[in-house]
């Protein structure tokens, strides 16, 4: 009789650490937040510069992105930009892009699609030669 309650003490215990190990993990693993669409926007484009609607974020212990207050518009010298990234969030959808720039260590987040981006990149670069 006691082989069999020091095995289900022992069977208990492993159970127990199991459920902590697991009620440990965090939910979203790195996935990162999900980023919902938002409507249009089309900002202006000067020679050299561009309008995009930009959102703050920081980076959390994973390292997935956490999205910080309200989107705003930022007007962002377009030949400072070095690369630009399609951002997908937790759920695989890219209403987001990431541009880095060479005067920044972190990326922008911008929340426009990639393709508005590029064409907003293309056109502020096409004001300074005409």
Known sequence: M?????????????MLFVWVLISAVPVQMGQGPIIKR???????HFPGFAEFRVQDMEYGDLG??????????LLLNVT?????????????????????????????????PYKDVA???RKGMEAMVK
């Open 64 to 73: 997935e992105v956490i999205l910080k207050g309200e989107p705003y518009d």
């Open 119 to 121: 064409s907003s990149i």
């Open 80 to 112: 400072y930009i070095t690369s630009a990234y399609r951002f997908e969030d937790a759920k695989k959808t890219d209403y987001s892009t990431m541009v880095f720039t060479n005067y920044l260590e972190e990326p922008i987040l911008i929340r426009q």
């Open 38 to 44: 938002m409507s249009n926007y089309r900002g202006d």
């Open 2 to 14: 006691s082989n069999v309650l020091r095995s289900i003490g022992m069977l208990a215990g492993l």
